[in-house]
């Protein structure tokens, strides 16, 4: 994302705006507007700044889902993941890289919750990569952002870094959490081309979902 400092002053997009003659290019406010959107974040040299690749919903009845032929076109990708509740199942949210299912994924998290308590881990030679290091409680929504940059690198690791968030619904649980996690895949530098998002412990409840980004144009 670049900044574009030759359009940061949007009285030139009204100034720029010729009245009723030009009215096929709109008011002086659709002016602003794409200023906005279009100009001051924009990607350098006009590219796609920040892109939806796909999305899935989940019905209840599974508890995997998986991202395939990412393209190889972004500079970096974003997870972003809501849970809803189903008040019956904890879940733990893990991914894999490339359909690969050996035992050279690691991670370490970072978590604190209900008021002061915190706690910090690490893991090596799994079979998959933790993304929050926090089960999903019944009675509470969980929301995590995961960024895998540079993903598309041939000399770099595959890697991720998370952020998590989690509300308590129940007003006489406190479970509110928040915390941070990065993880790898330590077996050799290919580039992501798809990203399996796993559960254990249950299904991931009805109305879940996922969505995955890219961002910016490749490095």
């Known amino acids: 994302m670049s900044f574009r400092q030759d359009r940061t002053n949007p009285s030139t997009a009204v100034s720029n705006w010729h009245g009723r003659s030009e009215t096929p290019k709109g008011w002086p406010s659709t002016r602003v507007s794409t200023w906005l959107n279009g100009g001051l974040f924009s990607a350098a040299g ?45 879940r733990q949210a893990y991914v894999r890289v490339n359909g690969a299912s050996d035992s050279y994924y690691a991670n370490a998290y970072f978590y604190q919750y209900s008021g002061n308590n915190d706690s910090h881990t690490t893991g ?74 796993y559960s254990t412990g249950g299904n991931y409840p009805n109305g879940s979902t996922v969505t995955l980004f890219g961002i910016g144009a490749a490095y």
């Open 124 to 197: 090596a030679s799994q079979t998959l990569m933790g993304m929050s290091g926090v089960s999903f409680f019944t009675h509470s929504p969980q929301n995590e952002i995961w960024d895998f940059i540079d993903y598309a690198n041939t000399t770099a690791q595959p890697h991720y870094q998370s952020l998590i968030g989690q509300t308590a619904q129940n007003a006489t649980v406190g479970w509110n959490w928040v915390g941070a996690a990065q993880g790898d895949y330590a077996n050799g530098t290919p580039a992501i081309t798809s990203i399996e998002f």
């Open 46 to 90: 006009g590219g796609i700044a920040y892109e939806a690749i796909g999305t899935h919903t989940f019905d209840g009845t599974t508890a995997t889902y998986s991202f395939t032929s990412i393209p190889q076109t972004y500079a970096d990708l974003r997870v972003i993941f809501h849970s809803a509740v189903d008040g019956s199942n904890v």
